[in-house]
């Protein structure tokens, strides 16, 4: 039977890791490579790493970043942040990255998710979605910049026009959950779960295990992500994987 | 013991590489089928689409190469996409020609299983495997767990009975997860990805090696 998977996120910025509660106060929470093995020794299902450097030389040094976390680990791993072109795809994924997940790029040019999927394969490419509860809208839109800019872009919608263009996987965060710790917007992910008939990652909103337990049964989620909780050490994967276990749910 | 890699420019070698190396082989990565032949056993990996796979083992002259395995046997082990190529056809894109070293055929997953009931593809994520039989190289013992990491929108049908070790249950579809005959060998998920399973059962194939076993 195909398990639920459970999957830490860990900011980088210039080699270093770092998360944002709200995506905007970022504290340093230690060397890349160091905590993808600690997770992976947790039994972490997967791990996605995510760009957040500022420069060039950031975003070299997350290439090294890739290739060593290649070479020391053996689950599977997606990259994201940065990633602009079919080039910079080919980086990453030589580089030993499994995945690479697009997200402004794809909204400002949704070819690329095309090409990258003709090319690498659609299992290869995720599309990460921030979406955010709109009053005026009557329903969940598209926000880039960290949640602060609103596009006239339905999420559902744009959701089903990226695995139409050949996305493999979708990563949903909910901007009105993100660091708040009061669970996965389930609503929403339900809602995009009927919508394509990809994997969905849940992000955005975990602060216990039941959260994880509620998105994987409730809105039925594929895969939960969470970044702070695990790095702050509130709760641990091998905890989140007991108690979904205890729970019935099929866990690895 | 040297291991020799396909490169035939489909996908990551990179992991395949790491992994090898991690469990002390020598790496020997080449798109060459006379200094391939040099290595104890090859890797065939892949990523990507079937058709253009086969187009690449041919554009590097690649293809006779699994004649000479046949005929040495010499190991070989097919992953991923580098498994559904050893089977005789795919209807990846159209009808495609495999290497036809397996009989069977690969096809696409409906995304609905046969009570209506839709499930996601790809197939993504850790499944167990069952076991139908173990090969010589592989002990029931060796295994602490039996899940591995799996990615796939193409699987293997029509698999010859024998040939089939071990399969997982997807979509109601019983889906090939490691075939073997004689030397050739195919793990459909990822064994570099695959945590401690995936590193008992390269372990375990490397060691065969060595003693013959594969």
Redesign the interface.
Known sequence: ?????IIPCLDVKEGRVVKGVQFVSLRDAGDPVELAKFY?EQGA?ELVFLDISATHEGRETMVDVV?ET??AL???FTVGGGIRTLEDMKRM??????KVSVNSAALQNPQLIKEGSD??????IVVAIDAKWSEEDGTWMIYTHGGRNKLQKEAIAWAKEAVALGA??LLVTSMDKDGEKSGFDNALLKEIRAAV???VIASGGAGNAEHFYETLTEADA??ALAASIFHYKETSVAEVKNYLRNKGVAV? | MKIGIIDYGMGNLFSVEQAVKRLGAEVLISADKEELLTADALILPGVGAFPDAMARLEETNLVSLFDDVVATKKPLLGICLGMQLLFEESIEKGDNKGLGLFKGSIAEFSGEDAEGKTYRVPHMGWNNLQFKRYPTWLSKEALDNDYVYFVHSFYATDVEELDLVAYADYGGEIVPGIVQKGSITGMQFHPEKSGSCGVTLLTSWLQGIEKGEV
């Open positions: 039977m195909l398990t639920k998977r992976n299902d290739r290649a070479s053996s689950i599977p994924l030589r580089a030993g990255a499994d090319y690498f394969g659609a299992q290869c493999g996987e008939n990809v994997p594929d895969a690895r």
